[in-house]
Protein backbone atom coordinates (compact mmCIF):
# COMPACT_ATOMS: atom_id res chain seq x y z
CA UNK A 1 0.00 0.00 0.00
CA UNK A 2 1.23 3.06 -1.27
CA UNK A 3 2.32 6.29 1.61
CA UNK A 4 -0.76 8.25 0.43
CA UNK A 5 -2.73 5.37 0.95
CA UNK A 6 -2.03 4.67 4.43
CA UNK A 7 -2.28 8.48 5.06
CA UNK A 8 -5.56 8.57 3.35
CA UNK A 9 -6.55 6.00 5.69
CA UNK A 10 -5.92 7.98 8.79
CA UNK A 11 -9.18 10.15 10.56
CA UNK A 12 -7.48 13.48 11.15
CA UNK A 13 -10.35 15.15 12.88
CA UNK A 14 -9.77 12.46 15.67
CA UNK A 15 -6.43 14.46 16.18
CA UNK A 16 -8.11 17.54 16.07
CA UNK A 17 -10.45 16.86 18.82
CA UNK A 18 -7.22 14.94 21.11
CA UNK A 19 -6.72 16.81 23.90
CA UNK A 20 -2.94 16.41 23.83
CA UNK A 21 -3.30 18.92 21.17
CA UNK A 22 -3.20 21.30 24.86
CA UNK A 23 0.21 20.07 25.45
CA UNK A 24 1.92 21.14 22.01
CA UNK A 25 4.28 24.41 22.56
CA UNK A 26 6.06 26.56 20.08
CA UNK A 27 9.12 24.46 20.92
CA UNK A 28 8.03 21.15 19.37
CA UNK A 29 7.56 22.89 16.07
CA UNK A 30 11.53 23.45 15.79
CA UNK A 31 12.18 19.96 17.14
CA UNK A 32 14.31 17.53 15.07
CA UNK A 33 12.14 14.70 13.26
CA UNK A 34 14.76 11.91 15.51
CA UNK A 35 13.84 13.37 18.28
CA UNK A 36 9.85 13.79 17.05
CA UNK A 37 8.79 10.64 16.83
CA UNK A 38 9.95 9.90 20.64
CA UNK A 39 7.81 12.65 22.12
CA UNK A 40 5.27 11.58 24.67
CA UNK A 41 3.12 14.45 23.59
CA UNK A 42 3.20 12.94 20.03
CA UNK A 43 2.25 9.83 20.92
CA UNK A 44 -0.94 11.02 22.48
CA UNK A 45 -1.97 12.76 19.38
CA UNK A 46 -3.74 10.00 16.54
CA UNK A 47 -2.34 10.66 13.34
CA UNK A 48 1.32 10.20 14.55
CA UNK A 49 0.56 6.69 15.33
CA UNK A 50 2.19 6.17 11.59
CA UNK A 51 4.94 3.80 12.12
CA UNK A 52 7.68 6.33 10.96
CA UNK A 53 10.73 4.14 12.02
CA UNK A 54 9.87 1.26 9.30
CA UNK A 55 10.55 4.26 6.82
CA UNK A 56 13.50 4.18 4.24
CA UNK A 57 15.76 7.30 4.38
CA UNK A 58 14.02 9.00 1.85
CA UNK A 59 10.44 8.18 3.21
CA UNK A 60 11.67 9.40 6.42
CA UNK A 61 13.07 12.87 4.83
CA UNK A 62 9.16 12.99 3.33
CA UNK A 63 7.70 12.02 6.51
CA UNK A 64 9.66 14.70 8.30
CA UNK A 65 8.27 16.90 6.00
CA UNK A 66 4.83 15.62 6.28
CA UNK A 67 5.32 15.93 10.03
CA UNK A 68 5.93 19.55 10.05
CA UNK A 69 3.03 20.86 8.35
CA UNK A 70 0.51 18.62 10.69
CA UNK A 71 2.39 20.24 13.83
CA UNK A 72 2.07 23.83 11.77
CA UNK A 73 -1.77 22.80 11.21
CA UNK A 74 -2.92 21.00 14.71
CA UNK A 75 -0.86 23.63 16.59
CA UNK A 76 -3.32 26.55 15.74
CA UNK A 77 -5.78 24.28 17.53
CA UNK A 78 -4.49 23.88 20.78
CA UNK A 79 -5.66 27.11 22.22
CA UNK A 80 -9.16 26.34 21.68
CA UNK A 81 -11.37 24.38 24.27
CA UNK A 82 -11.14 20.47 24.07
CA UNK A 83 -14.88 20.35 24.33
CA UNK A 84 -15.32 23.47 21.49
CA UNK A 85 -13.32 21.02 19.57
CA UNK A 86 -15.41 17.82 20.22
CA UNK A 87 -18.75 19.96 19.67
CA UNK A 88 -17.37 20.74 16.04
CA UNK A 89 -16.18 17.45 15.17
CA UNK A 90 -19.60 16.22 16.46
CA UNK A 91 -21.49 18.35 14.15
CA UNK A 92 -19.42 17.40 11.17
CA UNK A 93 -20.05 13.99 12.06
CA UNK A 94 -24.11 14.34 12.29
CA UNK A 95 -23.59 15.91 8.31
CA UNK A 96 -21.41 12.44 7.74
CA UNK A 97 -18.50 15.04 6.70
CA UNK A 98 -16.06 13.66 8.95
CA UNK A 99 -14.41 11.08 6.06
CA UNK A 100 -14.44 12.68 3.22
CA UNK A 101 -13.74 16.38 4.05
CA UNK A 102 -10.71 14.66 6.53
CA UNK A 103 -9.06 12.81 3.56
CA UNK A 104 -9.48 15.62 1.09
CA UNK A 105 -7.90 17.96 4.23
CA UNK A 106 -5.15 15.01 5.16
CA UNK A 107 -3.97 14.89 1.19
CA UNK A 108 -3.84 18.99 1.15
CA UNK A 109 -1.58 19.29 3.72
CA UNK A 110 0.55 16.37 2.55
CA UNK A 111 0.90 17.78 -1.03
CA UNK A 112 1.83 21.41 0.32
CA UNK A 113 4.76 22.80 -0.81
CA UNK A 114 5.51 24.78 2.27
CA UNK A 115 4.24 24.49 6.01
CA UNK A 116 3.82 28.03 6.19
CA UNK A 117 1.20 26.92 4.28
CA UNK A 118 -0.06 24.72 6.91
CA UNK A 119 -0.28 27.55 9.70
CA UNK A 120 -2.66 29.60 7.57
CA UNK A 121 -5.22 26.20 7.10
CA UNK A 122 -4.71 25.55 10.67
CA UNK A 123 -5.52 29.45 11.64
CA UNK A 124 -8.51 28.93 9.15
CA UNK A 125 -9.79 26.10 10.86
CA UNK A 126 -9.39 27.51 14.39
CA UNK A 127 -11.89 30.24 12.76
CA UNK A 128 -14.02 27.75 11.51
CA UNK A 129 -14.68 25.91 14.87
CA UNK A 130 -15.26 29.10 17.37
CA UNK A 131 -17.90 29.90 14.20
CA UNK A 132 -16.30 32.53 12.66
CA UNK A 133 -16.23 31.69 9.18
CA UNK A 134 -18.47 28.29 7.38
CA UNK A 135 -16.83 24.92 7.28
CA UNK A 136 -17.70 25.31 3.27
CA UNK A 137 -15.76 28.19 3.01
CA UNK A 138 -12.99 26.62 5.40
CA UNK A 139 -12.80 23.73 2.21
CA UNK A 140 -12.22 26.86 -0.53
CA UNK A 141 -10.23 28.67 1.14
CA UNK A 142 -7.91 25.85 1.72
CA UNK A 143 -8.05 24.46 -1.94
CA UNK A 144 -7.12 27.94 -3.30
CA UNK A 145 -4.03 27.86 -0.74
CA UNK A 146 -2.68 24.70 -1.76
CA UNK A 147 -3.13 26.06 -5.45
CA UNK A 148 -1.31 29.71 -4.70
CA UNK A 149 1.98 30.69 -4.13
CA UNK A 150 2.69 31.56 -0.35
CA UNK A 151 4.29 34.56 -1.97
CA UNK A 152 1.30 36.04 -3.26
CA UNK A 153 -0.90 35.26 -0.26
CA UNK A 154 1.77 36.59 2.07
CA UNK A 155 1.38 40.08 -0.30
CA UNK A 156 -2.70 40.45 0.72
CA UNK A 157 -1.00 40.56 4.86
CA UNK A 158 -3.06 43.95 6.09
CA UNK A 159 -2.84 45.06 2.51
CA UNK A 160 -6.70 44.87 1.58
CA UNK A 161 -6.39 48.02 -0.72
CA UNK A 162 -3.77 45.82 -2.53
CA UNK A 163 -0.79 48.18 -2.20
CA UNK A 164 2.33 47.71 -4.47
CA UNK A 165 1.33 44.43 -6.02
CA UNK A 166 1.46 44.18 -9.39
CA UNK A 167 -0.89 43.14 -12.32
CA UNK A 168 0.25 39.50 -12.90
CA UNK A 169 -0.04 38.89 -9.32
CA UNK A 170 -2.72 40.66 -9.24
CA UNK A 171 -4.14 38.09 -11.76
CA UNK A 172 -2.93 35.49 -10.20
CA UNK A 173 -4.70 35.95 -7.53
CA UNK A 174 -7.86 36.93 -9.59
CA UNK A 175 -7.79 33.63 -11.66
CA UNK A 176 -7.06 31.18 -8.12
CA UNK A 177 -10.57 32.88 -6.62
CA UNK A 178 -9.39 35.67 -4.01
CA UNK A 179 -10.05 38.98 -6.28
CA UNK A 180 -12.97 40.12 -8.38
CA UNK A 181 -11.64 41.82 -11.51
CA UNK A 182 -13.50 44.84 -13.78
CA UNK A 183 -12.69 46.66 -16.84
CA UNK A 184 -12.30 50.52 -16.31
CA UNK A 185 -13.38 52.15 -19.18
CA UNK A 186 -11.34 55.66 -19.21
CA UNK A 187 -13.28 57.40 -21.65
CA UNK A 188 -14.66 60.14 -19.41
CA UNK A 189 -11.08 60.20 -18.16
CA UNK A 190 -10.00 60.92 -22.40
CA UNK A 191 -12.80 63.98 -21.98
CA UNK A 192 -11.16 65.35 -18.94
CA UNK A 193 -7.86 65.65 -20.26
CA UNK A 194 -9.02 66.93 -23.91
CA UNK A 195 -10.82 69.77 -22.26
CA UNK A 196 -7.76 70.56 -19.71
CA UNK A 197 -5.41 70.60 -22.66
CA UNK A 198 -7.27 70.09 -26.21
CA UNK A 199 -5.16 67.20 -27.48
CA UNK A 200 -7.30 63.80 -27.59
CA UNK A 201 -5.26 61.16 -26.03
CA UNK A 202 -6.72 57.70 -26.40
CA UNK A 203 -6.49 55.66 -22.99
CA UNK A 204 -6.87 52.08 -23.37
CA UNK A 205 -9.43 50.23 -20.99
CA UNK A 206 -7.66 49.29 -17.94
CA UNK A 207 -8.38 46.41 -15.32
CA UNK A 208 -9.42 47.09 -11.86
CA UNK A 209 -9.60 44.39 -8.76
CA UNK A 210 -10.50 44.51 -5.29
CA UNK A 211 -10.56 41.96 -2.83
CA UNK A 212 -14.03 39.18 -2.87
CA UNK A 213 -15.39 37.82 -0.16
CA UNK A 214 -12.91 34.86 0.09
CA UNK A 215 -10.14 37.05 0.17
CA UNK A 216 -11.70 39.22 2.86
CA UNK A 217 -12.19 36.00 4.82
CA UNK A 218 -8.27 35.06 4.19
CA UNK A 219 -7.09 38.38 4.92
CA UNK A 220 -9.52 38.96 8.50
CA UNK A 221 -8.48 34.99 9.45
CA UNK A 222 -5.39 33.33 8.10
CA UNK A 223 -2.79 35.95 9.36
CA UNK A 224 -3.55 36.69 12.58
Known amino acids: MSDDKKKNQIDIFK ?80 KNETKKAGEKLLITLNRLNNDDKASIIGKLLKKTIL ?36 DDIKTNLHQIGLLNQSIKDNREHEEYKFKQTGRREIIPATFEYKLNSYGRILIENGFD
Open 15 to 94: SVKSKALNELTPEILETGFDLLIESEVLKDIPIFGIGFKSFSLYNKITESFFTKKLLRFLFELKDIPQSKREEFITELES
Open 131 to 166: GKITFNDFKRLTHIIDNTYLEDLELLKDNEYLRNIN
